[in-house]
Each structure stands twice: as C-alpha cells, then as structure tokens.
C-alpha cells in the first residue's frame, strides 16, 4: 500500500513514546521439506472482482512488553484487510486464525474459485494451513522464485502498516493494547482510506461499487 493521503489520516491513540532498541524479527522461516503447492498465479497480481485471489503475510510489532505478530489476508480486487490476527507468538495458529477470519466473514464457498497466494514460510506450506485452503474449495499458490516479486502487494500492505500506524502511534504498553490499535486502523484502513490504486476511494466503497455494477442491467447497443 502507498501512503496515506493527508485528507484520510487515522486518528492518533496518544503520543508515541522513544522507540525501543532490539534486533530484527525474522517472520519468514523457508520450510524446503515440506510440499510446495504450484505457481498459479505468476506474479500477476490483478483480479477482475473480490475473492479470486487472496494475499497473506507476517510482519511484527514491537511492544513495551515484547513482541506482537501480525497475520493478515488481502483481497487483490479491493485491497480491502479481509482477515486478521494478532498474537505473542509466531505458530501456524497466527496466520491460521486470520485465514479462519476471512473465511468466515467473506462466506466463501467451495466453488468460489478462490486462489491464496503467499510465500513459501513454514506457516503456510504447513500441512494445517494447506489442509484448511483445500478444505475450504481454496487453491494455494507459492511463487516458484521466491524473491519479493512474489508476494509484492502483501509486503506492501506490511510496508504500509508500519508507515502509517506502528511508526506514528507505537510503541505500544503490551499486547493487548497494540491489538486494539491495530484493530482501528485496519477499520479505517478498509473503510475511510482512500487508495490511489482503487481511483482514490476506500475498499468497502470499491467494493460496493462492484456489486452494484452487477445489479444493474446491460447497456443497449
């Protein structure tokens, strides 16, 4: 995701206190053991309506308290946050859970031709995530290259996240409280913000606008 237009900023949870000292977290962990599923989708990150291809990835917040870990799952046609989750820990669980979120809030049926697209991290080459994608009628998808080409718009969301939320608000006191935050700017983000990519409005608003194409009758010749 790119910046933040200055008309659409969330609002501030307080001021943000010195940043903390510590090393990197590495929430991508390569599993070449593990069974990879097929390139479907060849760095063609485009998507003519919502849920055909969904993107995930991990990232990290830094907390008074420790670590917080971030799953996420995008939808490419609206850029619209469909699933989440926050936790202190980075086990399949994590990203697992916010696959689970998406899921369910999006309805989505073992016929809907949806593609997950993601990297090739331990958590979702792992035999619970892939079995959950196949459970749900979902194809999984990883880039046979593995560089950052391959999962691009997911990293950019991440990229996005840290400038517009962590950077400006955090750190924060522990878990609990990051969660919260990052629970508003997800609304926001999904809601108010508005996205160069989508003709300058909000997901929800792109979205809307799709399903209502499909409502209207053809144009006569």
Known sequence: MGAACPESRPAR??????????????TT??????PRPPDLVDRDFTASRPDQPWVADLTYVRTWSGWAYVASVLDVYSRMITGWQV???MRTELPLDALETALRRRRIKKD???IHPSDRGSHYVSIRYTDRLTDSGTSASVGSVADSYDNAMAEALNGTFKAELIEMQGPWKDVGQAERAIFQWITWYN????HSALDYVPPAEYEEAFWRSRKQPPQSA
């Not at 949870?13 to 590495?26: C, E």
């Not at 809601?191 to 508005?194: K, P, S, V």
Request: hydrophobic share 35%; net charge positive; charged share 25%.
């Open 13 to 26: 949870f307080g001021s943000a206190p010195a940043p903390l000292s510590g090393r990197l977290r590495r």
């Open 87 to 89: 936790a202190n820990h």
């Open 112 to 114: 809907s031709g949806l």
């Open 191 to 194: 809601e108010e913000r508005l």
């Open 29 to 34: 962990v390569p599993e070449p053991s593990a």
